[in-house]
């Protein structure tokens, strides 16, 4: 079964700041990742998909990697600011047809 | 619609009742997933639908949670006879095509139903 873990579970940061949330899981044999930003008390937003052919994806500040031998992938958010401030899930799609989640990362950007 | 609708956004109800929960997908999207979010937990994927073929029921947590989607668009969740473990954010999203398998698409989530048993 697919394990997902996100590391940290919380971070906070000082604006401006680069930082790099983590993600892992077990079994390399994935068909994709993606990662989603949660706002309290509300749905998940999709920030970046990253197929299995791919190594990454840019979306403005964000950028996204994907090693799949090693089971790793990493957010990096560039120069954060307090609107950043959000838990951060990753998601991979393998054998089934639902993604598998992690529990996120709790993200506190303060000014 | 431009997204994803839920409703009821909160339902308060007591323990033993039953309860339905809507989910109105993106129009065009032939994939169809609830979800459940716990304090604390992640998302523990209950159910998913893909254009008329059979539902994988696979993470249906008992026989008192059904679903179903009428049409191949709108899904109701309909919960038996509610018990406190049932209390969670219920997520219903949509995606053109299976978001888990190769090529998926990209997934966009409704806002939830906050369910709470007395």
């Known amino acids: 079964k697919q394990e997902v873990t996100q590391i940290p579970a919380a971070l906070s940061v000082p604006e401006g700041e680069n930082l790099v949330l983590n993600c892992s899981f077990t079994?390399?044999?994935?068909?994709?990742l993606q990662w989603f930003r949660q706002d309290p008390g509300k749905g998940l937003t999709s920030l970046l998909l990253?197929?299995?052919?791919?190594r990454e994806q840019t979306s403005g500040r964000l950028n996204a990697s994907l090693d799949k031998s090693s089971g790793r992938s990493t957010l990096y958010i560039a120069a954060s600011q307090p609107g950043d401030s959000a838990t951060y899930l990753c998601?991979?799609?393998?054998?089934?047809?639902?993604?598998?989640f992690g529990k996120g990362t709790s993200l506190l950007v303060t000014p | 619609g431009a997204g994803v609708s839920q409703s009821p956004s909160n339902k308060v109800t007591e323990k033993g009742k039953d309860v339905e929960l809507r989910c109105d997908p993106i129009?065009?999207?032939?994939?169809l997933y609830w979800y459940r979010q716990s304090l604390g937990q992640g998302l523990e994927f209950l159910i998913y639908?893909?254009?008329?073929?059979?539902?994988?029921k696979s993470g249906l947590p008992s026989d008192r949670f059904s679903a179903e989607r009428t049409g191949g668009s709108v899904s109701t969740l309909t919960i038996q006879r509610t018990q406190q473990e049932d209390s969670a954010v219920y997520l219903c999203?949509?995606?053109?095509?299976?978001?888990?398998?190769?090529?998926?698409?990209?997934?966009?989530f409704g806002e939830g139903s906050r369910l709470t048993v007395l």
């Open positions: 999203a949509s995606s053109l095509g299976p978001s888990g398998r190769a090529g998926g698409g990209e997934l966009f």
């Open positions: 079994d390399s044999a994935i068909y994709n």
């Open positions: 990253i197929q299995s052919s791919q």
């Open positions: 998601a991979v799609g393998d054998s089934g047809y639902a993604l598998n």
């Open positions: 129009s065009g999207h032939t994939a």
């Open positions: 639908f893909q254009g008329n073929s059979a539902p994988d």
